[in-house]
């Protein structure tokens, strides 16, 4: 009986030190460590796995780093695109051939950043990137507003109202509407200025005054300063740089404030649209009457059109591919 007791005993600590091996951290890494190693061997023997591999290169893109530009200043930079060969090969290996259309897409990032460039005005996107953005300085023109917020939503569009200080402090109730409708807020400076000839004081004042009032009322911190009527000087771009925004310009002008006509302004604007196109425009009559014109002129040309962010981020614009985290079945 002791015996029994006894082989019993052994059986149940060599099981137990087994389950331990087995469920040991360290064991369980190694074997999938084994278990990927050998899906590896396996796939790189498959000749669909080659010639995903083999082809891949043909479908890539390289990044395109930040830059300063000798006219256009501060440039973003653009992912580039490399074909996710693990992830393409498992959706094309049910089928067991090459499908174009399974292929699985990844963005690769530049070396150089808009944050690593020195401070310096922005006037557009990258040139690789179809999506444009609208520009709308507000420090006057109220009436015009309603009607320019409800086409913008009739399209489902959202885009970057710059706001003048004390605009927001005299209309606080339009200012939240702009944010509940989704859209973009940039510092338009305090008392509309002349910034290229203010202090350094004075431009932090205008500076700092207007986000105070915009966070005080909207709880929104602004990360784009567009200085009034596009004065600047390298000073001012410092300036708002030491407050956390990079200085934007435009890069296509409606010229809304000398009332055209809003046909020949809309053509005059699709005229000159391009990749990285930033709009300036403001809440006129002009302008409100001719805004649906305008976004379905610019996306009959194939560009989108979103906020600054949108247009000044590095992100790509995915027409047609499969990107990574949309890989399907």
């Avoid at 029994?4 to 064991?27: D, M, R, T, W």
């Avoid at 290996?93 to 990032?109: A, I, N, Q």
């Avoid at 402090?169 to 509407?177: D, E």
């Amino acid at each position: 009986m002791k015996k029994k007791i006894i082989h019993v005993g052994v059986f149940c600590i060599i099981v137990i030190l087994s389950v331990g091996a087995v469920q040991n951290p360290f064991s369980l890494n190694y074997i999938t460590e084994l278990k990927q190693e050998s899906q590896m061997v396996l796939k790189e023997q498959d000749a669909l796995y080659d010639e995903i591999v083999a082809r891949s290169e043909s479908y890539s893109e390289p990044a395109i780093d930040a830059r300063v530009d000798k006219v256009w200043k501060a440039v973003p930079g653009y992912n580039g695109l490399e074909v996710d060969v693990e992830a393409s090969y498992d959706k094309m290996k049910k089928l067991d051939m090459f499908d174009e259309d399974r292929l699985v897409f990844k963005e690769t990032s530049p070396n150089v950043h808009l944050d690593d460039l020195p401070p310096s005005p922005i006037y557009k996107g990258n040139e690789n990137k179809p999506v444009v953005t609208f520009l709308v300085n507000v420090a006057w023109g109220n009436e015009y507003l309603p009607d320019m917020l409800k086409t913008l939503k009739e399209h489902d569009l959202h885009t970057t109202f710059f706001l003048d200080g004390s605009w927001v402090k005299n209309n606080p109730s339009l200012a939240k509407m702009l944010v509940e409708e989704g859209h973009e807020i940039g510092n338009h400076a305090y008392s509309h200025p002349d910034m290229n000839k203010l202090t350094i004081g004075r431009i932090d004042e205008e500076i700092q005054k207007t986000n105070s009032v915009i966070e005080a009322t909207i709880e929104v911190t602004p990360n784009w300063f567009a200085p009034p009527s596009g004065s600047y000087n390298q000073t001012v771009v410092e300036q708002a740089h030491k407050q956390g925004m990079k200085t934007v310009l435009w890069s296509v002008d409606t010229v809304d404030w000398r009332k055209p006509n809003p046909t020949e302004m809309v053509n005059r604007v699709l005229s000159k649209v391009h990749n990285g196109a930033m709009i300036l425009m403001h809440p006129t009559e002009p302008t409100a009457e001719g805004l649906e014109d305008l976004i379905i002129g610019i996306q009959e040309k194939g560009f989108k059109i979103g906020t600054v962010s949108d247009v000044l981020s590095e992100d790509r614009v995915t027409l047609g591919v499969t990107l990574d985290e949309n890989k399907g079945d």
